[in-house]
Structures are given as structure tokens and as C-alpha cells.
């Protein structure tokens, strides 16, 4: 079959546009936000929905660290740089916690009446990272003791409610993982300064609520 020049011109346009995109948002997020970041595994180029790590039973298929680890994180320009340099369709990893926002996750129905329910409530939220399976609400960084005593006042935590937290990770927009694309359900507003994110006490009750009228408890991925 003869190749149309032009069309190979686009495709590769659209391939460098997405490899920019990604180390574009990645010395955003370390260098502007000051959120630590390194590259994840990505996905198994034979399979989409496996990982490229050596777990053929992966649960976070192409959207965890591998090979640097999660401590590796860093906010260096020069480091995240060469790194998407190197792998510049690598995803972006957040390391959660410390100083770096955290997250509550569920799956993305459940998700979607709980920021609708807080929307009717008049509660602020701020940035929302969605796959295509699970949403992730980014909230201000908390202690396992804090988390600890907010879930004893539950009176029933489901399981496919996620916390990210301190020695923990998300996949960030725009990256490409086994789960899908990463991208943002409710998008930072624009400007230098890391966004707002709220308190996890704002935003767990809808959370649970919402889970547990639907009766989703089991674990999803």
C-alpha cells in the first residue's frame, strides 16, 4: 500500500504535538505547582489494558512508578526534563502527600453524583482527574491519623473508595495509561500558582453517600 505523504505529516504532527503536551504539563506541575513527579511505567505496547511492568496481574496497568520508584519524585526542571526527553511518552506520576496535593478516588458514576451533590450544596471543589473507570478529587495533603478518625465517624466505608496519600500516586493528565487517558473532569484554573484544593473533610461525606445509595462497595478498578 503507497503511503500518502501528507497524511504521515499529520500523524507525526499529532504524535510530537502529544509528546510535547506531556513534557509541557509535567514542568508545570513540578516546577510552577511544586508538585513532585516522575515517570510512570506505561502501558504494555501489545495490550493496552496491561501494564509494562513484569505483574501480568497489574492493578494500575501503565499508571504507576516502576523504574526510577515512587521516591524518586522530584520538582528539578533538569531531571523532569531529561526524563520526558528520554521517555516522552511516558504517563505523568504524582507522588501524593507532604507537600503535594492528595486524593479521594471512586468510580466515576458514583463520582459524578457526588461532585453533583456537592455542587447543589454549594461546596467548593477543586481540580477533578478522571480515567475513564475511576475520578480522583484532589484535596489538601492529610495524616493517616487524620484520615483514621474521619472514617471511625462513617458508619460504612466502601471499598472502591481510594485514598491517595502520603507515600502513594496518581496518574496526571494528559498521560496514556492501561486504564485509558487521563484527563481533567474539572480542569485547574489557568494562571502559575498551584490550584486551590479543599479540605478532605469536604468532600468525603458526599462520597460515601454516594457510593453507598448505589450500592457500590466492592472494589473497582
Known amino acids: 500500500m503507497r503511503e500518502i505523504p501528507g497524511r504521515r505529516r499529520r500523524l507525526l504532527s499529532r504524535r510530537n504535538d502529544g509528546r510535547r503536551e506531556l513534557i509541557s504539563a509535567a514542568l ?51 531531571m523532569v526534563r531529561w526524563w520526558w526527553t528520554n521517555r516522552p511518552t511516558a504517563p505523568i506520576v504524582l507522588a501524593t502527600g507532604h507537600k503535594a496535593p492528595c486524593a479521594v478516588s471512586l468510580p466515576a458514576s458514583a463520582a459524578a453524583r ?67 487517558r487521563i484527563r481533567w473532569e474539572r480542569a485547574p484554573l489557568p494562571g502559575p500558582a498551584a490550584p486551590w484544593v479543599p479540605d478532605v473533610e469536604t468532600v468525603v461525606g458526599a462520597m460515601v453517600d454516594a457510593l453507598t445509595r448505589t450500592g457500590v462497595s466492592a472494589p473497582e478498578f
Open 28 to 78: 508545570t506541575f513540578a516546577t510552577e505547582w511544586q508538585w513532585p513527579v516522575l515517570p510512570g511505567v506505561a502501558a504494555d505496547p501489545q495490550g493496552r489494558d496491561r501494564c509494562g511492568c513484569p505483574d501480568p496481574e497489574c492493578p494500575a496497568p501503565g499508571a504507576h512508578p516502576f523504574d526510577p520508584g515512587l521516591l524518586a519524585a522530584t520538582t528539578d526542571e533538569r
Open 114 to 180: 457526588a461532585l453533583a451533590a456537592l455542587d447543589r450544596e454549594g461546596v467548593r471543589v477543586g481540580p477533578v482527574v478522571a480515567s475513564p473507570a475511576r475520578w480522583a478529587v484532589l484535596v489538601r495533603p492529610y495524616s493517616m491519623e487524620r484520615l483514621g478518625d474521619l472514617l471511625y465517624a462513617q458508619d460504612f466505608v466502601p471499598g472502591s473508595l481510594r485514598f491517595h496519600s502520603e507515600g502513594g500516586y496518581l496518574a496526571l493528565p494528559p498521560s496514556e495509561t492501561g486504564q485509558g
